[in-house]
């Protein structure tokens, strides 16, 4: 990694990095530029002595006004700056990101099945580059910029590389280097990081070959790495909750319901409210599900149908490693609709495993039906999303079908990203065109459009068009 021997002692003592398992404990300075610990090679945690920082006293203390100007004042993640103290604010970087809106969706709800409960939809594709990931690439970003990295390196489906992009081309404080799969990727996302400036390597293979690469060659060439594996991305996506708890009003809700593709999210969710509980600023932690796409389901089949758990900080790691010889042996490659999720090997596993031990949590699959469904539904109540963002309401919906999600009880189902991430597969469920639906849906198992909005076909007739809308309208 480039740049490991500049210091910012100063910081150090207060905010530090920390191996996550118990048993090792091992732990590294805020300078210290690396993705797993260097003694048992498990992934690290930022971590702080909150005695010597001083937190806030209570989480209503984030609703007194910013100083305009400043990035607490312009970024969403940057305002919660107290609980992610481990940059200096003269070092803060920031491009508009996290000011997202958490929407109660009453339609949604319907369809999910809550009758006097209430479902909200958390939209991240509000952000600049259009997903989740600015949240986290904002704060490795700073971490970066804080150790003198010149250049960065992530491998992607498309989100993370065109949220690097577009830090890089907005700062212009470090130059992107992208690895991508053959075929896994949207144009919608793929578009923007061409479009930014970012140099594209496309390598044969899927996101796992191209995270496999993504960190030798960061290794190699001193390239410093912000995928999910870099502990600093999970601290900036920890505030998405803090602005779901500030929608709300600094209550928790009993659910919530987040797709899992590389587990970042729902490990930075789970880390978020173990530390407001240990603060003694939240009294309760609401539950956590975690939805796989069912062509991408190694949580669930880890979780539900094999037994792994946390267990305290003692995870049966010969449990992973013979699944992750299965899927070796029998040449499994991942496949869903929902590109964002589309991962067999989840960087942050263990890290997801804490926080469903934390939040008594619950994973789920759900089909590519399921998803393209539920996304029209979240589209027809007018925030569009992609794919993957859908699986959220899916899960959502089958966990309320199976009774673990109560009629009564109050929601948030996760939104990671914009419609216009991927608009084929949105066109191809609402279209008219059966070979276009086949092409793009039919070969994913989605065998119909049960809440299709399809365009009405006339001819450029006045008469026609006029009874057209007075007959649909």
Same mark, same amino acid.
């Given at each position: 990694?480039?740049?490991?021997?500049? *210091?910012? *002692?100063?910081?150090?003592?207060?905010?530090?990095?920390?191996?996550?398992?118990?048993?090792?404990?091992?732990?590294?300075?805020?300078?210290?530029?690396?993705?797993?610990?260097?003694?048992?090679?498990?992934?690290?945690?930022?971590?702080?002595?909150?005695?010597?920082?001083?937190?806030?006293?209570?989480?209503?203390? #984030?609703?007194?006004?910013?100083? +305009?100007?400043?990035?607490?004042?312009?970024?969403?993640?940057?305002?919660?700056?107290?609980?992610?103290?481990?940059?200096?604010?003269?070092?803060?970087?920031?491009?508009?990101?996290?000011?997202?809106?958490?929407?109660?969706?009453?339609?949604? !709800?319907?369809?999910?099945?809550?009758?006097?409960?209430?479902?909200?939809?958390?939209?991240?594709?509000?952000? +600049?580059? !259009?997903?989740?990931?600015?949240?986290?690439?904002?704060?490795?970003?700073?971490?970066?910029?804080?150790?003198?990295?010149?250049?960065?390196?992530?491998?992607?489906? $498309?989100?993370?590389?065109?949220?690097?992009?577009?830090?890089?081309? /907005?700062?212009?404080?470090?130059?992107?280097?992208?690895?991508? !799969?053959?075929?896994? %990727?949207?144009?919608?996302?793929?578009?923007?990081?061409?479009?930014?400036?970012?140099?594209?390597?496309?390598?044969?293979?899927? #996101?796992?070959?191209?995270?496999?690469?993504?960190?030798?060659?960061?290794?190699?060439?001193? %390239?410093?790495?912000?995928? *999910?594996?870099?502990?600093?991305?999970?601290?900036?996506?920890?505030?998405?909750?803090?602005?779901?708890?500030?929608?709300?009003?600094?209550?928790?809700?009993?659910?919530? /319901?987040?797709?899992?593709?590389?587990?970042?999210?729902?490990?930075? #969710?789970?880390?978020?409210?173990?530390?407001?509980?240990?603060?003694?600023?939240?009294?309760?932690?609401?539950?956590?599900? /975690?939805?796989?796409?069912?062509?991408?389901?190694?949580?669930?089949?880890?979780?539900?149908?094999?037994?792994?758990?946390?267990?305290?900080?003692?995870?049966? *790691?010969?449990?992973?490693?013979?699944?992750?010889?299965?899927?070796?042996?029998?040449?499994?490659?991942?496949?869903?609709?929902?590109?964002?999720?589309?991962?067999?090997?989840?960087?942050?596993?263990?890290?997801?495993?804490?926080?469903?031990?934390?939040?008594?949590?619950?994973?789920?699959?759900?089909?590519?039906?399921?998803?393209?469904?539920?996304?029209?539904?979240?589209?027809?109540?007018?925030?569009?999303?992609?794919?993957?963002?859908?699986?959220?309401?899916?899960?959502?919906?089958?966990?309320?079908?199976? $009774?673990?999600?109560?009629?009564?009880?109050?929601?948030?189902? %996760?939104?990671?990203?914009?419609?216009?991430?991927? +608009?084929?597969?949105?066109?191809?469920?609402?279209?008219?065109?059966?070979?276009?639906?086949?092409?793009?849906?039919?070969?994913?198992?989605?065998?119909?459009?049960?809440?299709?909005?399809?365009?009405?076909?006339?001819?450029?007739?006045?008469?026609?068009?006029?009874?057209?809308?007075?007959?649909?309208?």
């Amino acid at each position: 990694m480039e740049a490991t021997n500049i *210091s910012v *002692s100063a910081r150090v003592d207060v905010a530090f990095q920390r191996c996550i398992l118990p048993s090792c404990g091992a732990t590294y300075g805020i300078e210290d530029v690396r993705v797993e610990c260097g003694r048992c090679g498990h992934l690290l945690d930022v971590a702080y002595d909150w005695d010597r920082l001083a937190p806030p006293a209570s989480l209503a203390e #984030f609703d007194a006004a910013t100083i +305009p100007g400043q990035p607490e004042a312009q970024s969403g993640v940057w305002r919660f700056h107290r609980l992610l103290p481990f940059a200096q604010r003269d070092k803060l970087v920031t491009i508009g990101e996290g000011r997202t809106l958490l929407q109660r969706a009453d339609r949604v !709800g319907q369809y999910v099945g809550l009758s006097g409960g209430e479902l909200h939809l958390q939209y991240e594709g509000l952000n +600049p580059s !259009g997903s989740f990931k600015d949240n986290g690439m904002v704060a490795a970003f700073t971490h970066a910029r804080t150790v003198g990295a010149k250049r960065a390196a992530c491998a992607s489906t $498309g989100n993370t590389s065109a949220s690097l992009a577009a830090f890089c081309s /907005v700062t212009r404080l470090l130059s992107a280097v992208i690895f991508i !799969g053959s075929g896994k %990727i949207s144009y919608g996302k793929l578009s923007q990081a061409l479009d930014y400036g970012a140099l594209t390597i496309q390598i044969a293979g899927d #996101f796992d070959d191209a995270m496999q690469r993504v960190r030798e060659v960061s290794q190699q060439l001193g %390239i410093y790495l912000v995928n *999910s594996v870099n502990p600093f991305r999970l601290e900036g996506q920890k505030t998405i909750m803090y602005r779901v708890l500030d929608a709300l009003r600094w209550q928790s809700p009993d659910w919530i /319901v987040v797709p899992g593709g590389n587990l970042g999210n729902s490990s930075a #969710f789970g880390k978020a409210f173990a530390e407001l509980k240990e603060l003694g600023l939240i009294d309760r932690m609401p539950r956590l599900a /975690v939805i796989n796409a069912a062509g991408a389901n190694t949580l669930y089949e880890l979780y539900e149908k094999r037994g792994a758990r946390w267990d305290g900080g003692k995870p049966d *790691s010969a449990l992973v490693d013979d699944y992750y010889r299965e899927l070796d042996e029998s040449h499994a490659k991942a496949s869903t609709i929902a590109s964002a999720i589309e991962i067999n090997r989840p960087v942050n596993l263990y890290k997801c495993l804490r926080a469903l031990e934390d939040m008594d949590g619950v994973v789920r699959e759900v089909t590519d039906q399921q998803i393209m469904d539920a996304k029209a539904q979240v589209g027809a109540g007018g925030l569009g999303c992609e794919p993957a963002s859908a699986a959220s309401v899916a899960g959502a919906k089958l966990l309320r079908s199976e $009774g673990i999600i109560g009629p009564e009880e109050r929601v948030v189902c %996760i939104l990671t990203g914009h419609q216009l991430k991927d +608009p084929d597969a949105t066109v191809a469920y609402h279209t008219t065109d059966q070979e276009k639906f086949n092409q793009v849906l039919g070969r994913r198992g989605v065998k119909r459009a049960s809440y299709a909005n399809r365009a009405v076909a006339v001819s450029n007739n006045l008469e026609e068009i006029i009874r057209a809308i007075q007959l649909y309208s």
